[in-house]
C-alpha cells in the first residue's frame, strides 16, 4: 500500500487534528500545514477518490480503514523516531524534522528493527 510521502503527510495529519479537536476540516488541515485552502482541497478530492477518507455533509473528514491504516504507521515512525532522536542527544526541532523525513523511507523491516532496539535499550517503559 505505496502512497505518495504528500498524501501520507495529510493522513497523518487528519489523524493528529481528530485525536487533538475530535473533528477535522479542511481548513483545519490548510492552517495546520500552513498550506493553501485550495491546495488542501485539492489532496483532499484526490485522497477521497482514492478511498482514504470520507467527507460528511457537513464537511467534517474522517479516514477510512484503509487510510486510518497508513496515518497510524506513520504516526507511529514519527513518533519513535522523533524519541529515539531526543533520546540520542539531538535538538527536539531537528529530531521532529528529521524524523518527518525518515519516516517516509524507512523499510517496514528496518523500522522493525529499529523499534525493537529503542524498546529494548532506550525507552523502558
Known amino acids: 500500500m505505496k502512497i505518495q510521502e504528500s498524501a501520507e503527510n495529510y493522513l497523518e495529519t487528519i489523524l493528529i487534528l481528530h485525536n487533538r479537536k475530535g473533528y477535522v476540516r479542511s481548513t483545519d488541515i490548510a492552517s495546520e500545514l500552513g498550506f493553501s485552502k485550495p491546495s488542501v482541497s485539492v489532496a483532499m478530492k484526490n485522497l477521497r477518490t482514492g478511498g482514504y477518507i470520507v467527507t460528511d455533509e457537513n464537511g467534517f473528514i474522517s479516514l477510512t480503514e484503509k487510510g486510518n491504516e497508513i496515518a497510524s504507521m506513520i504516526y507511529e515512525r514519527h513518533t519513535l523516531l522523533s524519541r529515539w532522536l531526543i533520546d540520542l542527544g539531538?535538538?527536539?526541532?531537528?529530531?521532529?524534522?528529521?524524523?518527518?523525513?525518515?519516516?517516509h523511507v524507512v523499510s517496514p523491516e528496518s523500522?522493525?528493527?529499529?523499534?525493537?532496539?529503542?524498546?529494548?535499550?532506550h525507552f523502558h517503559e
Open 90 to 103: 539531538v535538538n527536539p526541532r531537528t529530531a521532529a524534522e528529521d524524523a518527518c523525513r525518515m519516516e
Open 111 to 121: 523500522f522493525e528493527a529499529i523499534k525493537a532496539h529503542v524498546y529494548k535499550y
